[in-house]
């Protein structure tokens, strides 16, 4: 497959362009660019420039509503519940946390739950923008309307890949920012193995007879064989990852991030899509009486740093590492896209009437 190297700053304006063309504000548009053309950059193409055209048509059918501003529910002390109101996620997402953190700067923490937000994308970027402002945060999120996952033991979908983010600011060095989905591996894997790319391990999915499968048919059934393969056709599942330990985290998330936000845990018929997201924020000034926390940080990171990496490891890594190593590279050397996702943003801009050419895109 053709595979270009896309400029990340053209790349950013044309999405932003689009999105104000769909009818987002200003600072929505740009916000939600920005953030598409980071978690690209980051390595998380999945949740990348890739859904534009996802996006565009989630305005066009209402299931996103653009220049939709956060309701706030409860403000008491510590406590924030906010309203997303189906609006552009990464914006009402990055407006939470911003909250959250300000809160924290008054009393040491910060609990937000954040319900009905459209998708907020890459969750690492709010465990990132915590630490840019010197706070910890846990992050919890849950993918209501999106049943994808059979929990350990089940051969049902009953959850969302629901990811889970923990950032820890490190003063003297690179944050920690750890970030993942609780499934096995991403749909978006799913659909790359299911259209000729890289094959999925052999425990990825679970049929709907209950046997262990890597065949993304048990994900997509028959839709596979057409232009727009749909997760809901098939009769089986993602496995949730780690068996009963990742399993019981991705409960977790449709516990916390839906049951106790009020965004919704997932039932039985798939309702409307929406991100829930519970975000504990902590000022680590707080407990740092002894003022040592940033010195313990650094230190730890360097004793795993400098651990022998196992048989076949080249480097060891933390979280946070691979993201911040891709990023140096493409943006250094562009975002590597393949034809059909340059063809796809090319058409939504064509579409939306946004002048954007293949020439000034490509570096
Ligand atoms: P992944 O499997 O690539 O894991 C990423 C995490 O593992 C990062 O913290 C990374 O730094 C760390 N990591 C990677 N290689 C490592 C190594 N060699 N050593 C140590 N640590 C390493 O991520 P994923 O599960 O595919 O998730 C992709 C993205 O999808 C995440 O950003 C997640 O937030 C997002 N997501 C969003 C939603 C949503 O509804 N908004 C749903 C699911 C996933």
């Not at 977790?252 to 991030?257: F, N, V």
Request: net charge negative; aromatic share 4%; hydrophobic share 40%.
């Amino acid at each position: 497959m053709i595979e270009h190297r896309i400029d990340p700053i053209a790349l950013s304006t044309t999405i932003e362009h689009i999105l104000l063309a769909d009818g987002c504000t200003a600072d929505e548009a740009k916000t939600v660019a920005d953030h598409l053309v980071l978690a690209s950059l980051s390595g998380h193409d999945s949740h990348g420039v890739i859904r534009t055209m996802r996006y565009h048509l989630w305005i066009e059918e209402g299931t996103i509503n653009p220049a939709t501003a956060l309701t706030t529910v409860l403000d008491t002390g510590p406590l924030l519940q906010l309203d997303g109101n189906d609006g552009m996620g990464q914006w009402l997402a990055r407006e939470a946390t911003a909250q959250g953190i300000n809160k924290a700067k008054e009393t040491g923490i910060a609990i937000v739950a954040l319900r009905r937000a459209g998708h907020i994308g890459r969750i690492g970027m709010y465990a990132e923008q915590a630490c840019a402002a010197g706070m910890a945060s846990i992050q919890f999120c849950n993918v209501n309307g999106s049943l994808l996952v059979a929990p350990f033991g089940t051969a049902r979908r009953c959850a969302g890949t629901d990811p889970v983010a923990v950032g820890i600011p490190n003063p003297d060095g690179e944050d920690f920012i750890l970030d993942f989905a609780t499934s096995l591996v991403a749909e978006g894997k799913a659909l790359v193995a299911g259209t000729g790319g890289k094959p999925l391990p052999d425990d990825a999915l679970v049929d709907a007879d209950g046997r262990l499968t890597g065949d993304p048919r048990a994900l997509y059934g028959d839709s596979l064989d057409t232009a727009n393969p749909d997760p809901r056709e098939g009769a089986g599942a993602l496995r949730a990852m780690g068996d009963h330990k990742g399993s019981g985290l991705a409960l977790a998330c449709e516990l916390l991030a839906g049951a106790l936000t009020g965004n919704g845990a997932n039932k039985a018929v798939e309702g409307r899509f929406g991100n829930g997201l519970l975000s504990i924020i902590i000022d680590p000034q707080t407990f740092d009486d002894k003022g040592s926390f940033g010195r313990e940080v650094a230190d730890y990171l360097d004793f795993v740093h400098s651990s022998p990496p196992a048989v076949g490891v080249e480097k060891v890594l933390v979280p946070g590492d691979r993201e911040r190593a891709l990023r140096a590279e493409r943006s250094a050397n562009g975002l590597p896209m393949p034809e059909p996702v340059l063809a796809g943003i090319l058409a939504t801009a064509e579409a939306t009437g946004v002048k954007a050419s293949r020439d000034n895109l490509i570096k």
